[in-house]
């Protein structure tokens, strides 16, 4: 049954089991594990950053192409929220529209992109999709009238999702089941699935085909599969779950703006979540992305304590100082590259055998 | 001494033509010189930052996508200089202020060249021929030097002044042209001519285009490709800097990710160009800049994608680049 849901694509490590059980009972109960706004936030991000660490892992670990343009895909679908929901207004019609029309503007940019600059070299494509990435980000910061601007978008969700629905009379468990904690299941459903899917993708044939191609694909090629398509097809799939995760961002925040989705800042998240965790195995974006989430959350608490107690020695406090977080994990991640190129999860694996 | 006959006229014949038309549309002559000359400018710029990356990747098949961070690093160490001789800076002497444009100008190449060593030893010798690996690698690179540029000079924006003949315009005709895109223009074609130079008429020159051509055939012939490399890296990087310094002065206030801003023009310069053209890069950056000026002029709205409409135009066209280099 649950080698099924995974796809047959097990953990493979008693470690790794354990910790991704501990993340998948912790972000299943977190409204009633760990109560409050700020930790159900981090929850969701979580949740959402998974899929589109995962949805990234599935062009880079899988295809083995890097795309700059990922934060794109991921901010259509927050504007396609957006747009919608401050167009026509907070109900699940627009909700609906507004998720086909960014799915099928994913798509076409999508297949667009991957036709142009696909068929040359994986370098082409990501100096490419950086490009047009930087100029859609552009767009969106520039055309107000339709995307807000700089300032971005705040709408109303429908009834159900808002802090003041009440789904019982009564608390569960000594939790009230508001509007917000409603939404938490609906981002983690979502989420959960979505993941599952892309474990289902990457085991399919189809996955394997991506796999050769990323080994060897003069070899692929050579055995009659056209190398283009492919590529393009894993292209198109892993935008749909970026736009997809871009929905949901936008349904449990709320809000849109260019620097919570378009901003290369985030891309950069992205790489150092599935870079961190493992590429090639979906199961290191879960790990990159709740070690990112938490680091970026709650790192910067150490870091200011540990710069407070190094003030007299030079320098330490500054390379120490809360905002500098980036700065280690961004070591981490180069070493990350060097030293374990299969990430936390290929070390959790390997030690396994070992033993 | 240069064989005319040899070379495309195409690109060359694209520009003016492009600045010809604009002239027309444009209607007014002496707006025309201003957008002209500044779009000159601003190419200038990024060719001078983008002249190494192409070369780089076209000699070793090296993409830096860290480039960015040399030009932050030259603009900041600059900072070295412009801040303890402020004074040079405000006196109102032509030889004053370029003995401090040029001293802050030795400096950052001096120190974004021995970066460029140190980064090329160790960041990038690894990962030789792992296209995937070098992405990543200097992508990580990229974010830890600009997190340091934040650890060693702050956070916030710093502001620098222009030194105080190179401020205000000229007057020509009715058009104002800074005189800082003079100097931009001037110092851009003054690397350009060193670089075609360089690579047409020294013997060192001549192995670097031929290992661009066919790496594995210079190195048949027993030249160490990889000396050759380390060399074009570190001048790349240099150049970088160069560029740099020229950004900062022209956008006055230095911010870390100001490098990494250029990197998407740069990348689609490199692109148009022909990866591995040194004279496509100098087309592709001039164009580049033209035709955002132009249209930012004229249609404002378009200008905001006007860059990706240009290399989806050139490459539907040119698929290999302005100037093909063989083999690619």
């Given at each position: 049954m649950i080698a099924r849901l995974l796809s047959g694509d097990l953990p493979r490590s008693h470690a790794l089991t354990v910790v991704l059980v501990i993340v998948l009972v912790s972000l299943a109960g977190a409204p009633f594990l760990f109560p409050g706004s700020q930790s159900l936030n981090v929850a969701a991000k979580i949740c959402v950053f998974i899929v589109l660490a995962a949805s990234y892992d599935l062009l880079l670990?899988?295809?083995?192409i890097v795309s700059f343009a990922h934060t794109m895909f991921y901010g259509i679908g927050g504007y396609g929220i957006a747009i919608a929901m401050h167009g026509i207004g907070a109900n699940w019609g627009a909700m609906g529209v507004g998720i086909a029309l960014a799915l099928l503007v994913s798509l076409i940019l999508a297949v667009v992109i991957g036709l142009f600059s696909l068929r040359v070299r994986a370098i082409f494509f990501a100096m490419i999709t950086l490009a047009v990435a930087s100029a859609f980000a552009v767009l969106a910061s520039q055309l107000r009238d339709i995307?807000?601007?700089?300032d971005g978008r705040s709408y109303s969700v429908p009834a159900?999702?808002?802090?003041?629905?009440?789904?019982?009379e009564q608390p569960v468990l000594g939790v009230s089941i508001t509007g917000r904690i409603l939404t938490y299941y609906i981002v983690f459903t979502s989420s959960l699935l979505l993941f599952l899917a892309a474990l289902r993708i990457v085991n399919s044939p189809f996955g394997r085909v991506l796999q050769a191609i990323r080994e060897n694909e003069f070899r692929a090629e050579a055995l009659g599969y056209r190398v283009v398509v492919y590529r393009t097809v894993a292209s198109v799939l892993s935008a749909g779950m970026a736009t997809l995760a871009g929905v949901l961002m936008a349904l449990w925040l709320r809000y849109t703006g260019p620097d919570t989705t378009l901003s290369f800042a985030i891309m950069i998240d992205i790489l150092l979540m599935v870079v961190i965790g493992?590429?090639?195995?979906l199961y290191g974006a879960v790990l990159g992305a709740t070690i990112f989430i938490l680091a970026q959350n709650y790192l910067q608490v150490v870091m200011g304590k540990l710069s407070a107690a190094t003030?007299?020695?030079?320098l330490l406090p500054q390379l120490l100082h809360?905002?500098?977080w980036l700065l280690w994990l961004g070591i981490l991640f180069v070493l990350s590259v060097y030293?374990?190129?299969?990430g936390i999860v290929g070390r959790l694996r390997s030690g396994r055998l070992k033993a | 001494m240069i064989d005319f006959k040899q070379i495309d006229w195409v690109p060359p014949g694209l520009i003016v033509g492009m600045a010809l038309i604009a002239l027309p549309l444009v209607g007014d002559p002496a707006a025309w010189l201003t957008l002209t000359v500044a779009a000159l400018a601003m190419g200038m710029m990024i060719f001078v930052m983008s002249s190494g990356l192409t070369l780089v990747f076209g000699l070793m098949d090296v993409i830096n996508f860290g480039h960015g961070v040399f030009i932050s690093i030259g603009a900041y160490v600059a900072l070295l200089v412009f801040v303890p001789l402020a004074a040079w800076g405000a006196a109102d002497s032509l030889t004053l202020n370029l003995a401090l444009v040029g001293l802050a100008i030795l400096v950052s190449m001096t120190a974004t060249g021995a970066l460029g060593y140190a980064f090329e030893q160790v960041v990038i010798r690894p990962v030789y021929g792992q296209h995937l690996k070098q992405i990543l690698i200097t992508t990580g690179g990229l974010i830890v030097v600009e997190q340091l540029i934040h650890a060693l000079w702050g956070a916030n924006p710093i502001p620098l002044r222009l030194p105080e003949t190179l401020r205000g315009s000229f007057l020509i005709g009715d058009a104002a042209v800074e005189r800082f895109r003079v100097f931009a223009i001037v110092l851009g074609l003054a690397v350009f001519a060193a670089m075609y130079i360089g690579l047409n008429r020294t013997r060192i020159g001549l192995l670097i285009r031929a290992g661009v051509e066919n790496r594995e055939m210079v190195e048949a012939l027993g030249y160490d490709i990889r000396k050759i490399f380390i060399g074009v890296f570190v001048a790349g990087s240099a150049l970088a800097g160069l560029g740099g310094v020229l950004w900062a002065l022209y956008r006055q206030i230095l911010v870390a990710s100001m490098g990494m801003e250029m990197m998407v023009l740069i990348f689609i310069a490199i692109i148009i160009g022909g990866l591995g053209s040194v004279g496509g890069c100098f087309a592709g950056s001039i164009l580049l800049a033209l035709l955002a000026n132009y249209t930012g002029f004229l249609v404002p709205k378009l200008a905001l994608v006007s860059n990706i409409l240009l290399m989806l135009a050139i490459l539907v066209w040119r698929p290999q680049g302005l100037y093909p280099v063989a083999r690619r």
């Open positions: 670990g899988y295809t083995g995307t807000g601007g700089e159900m999702f808002r802090p003041s629905f009440r789904l019982f493992g590429m090639g195995t003030s007299g020695i030079p809360p905002d500098r030293f374990f190129p299969t | -």
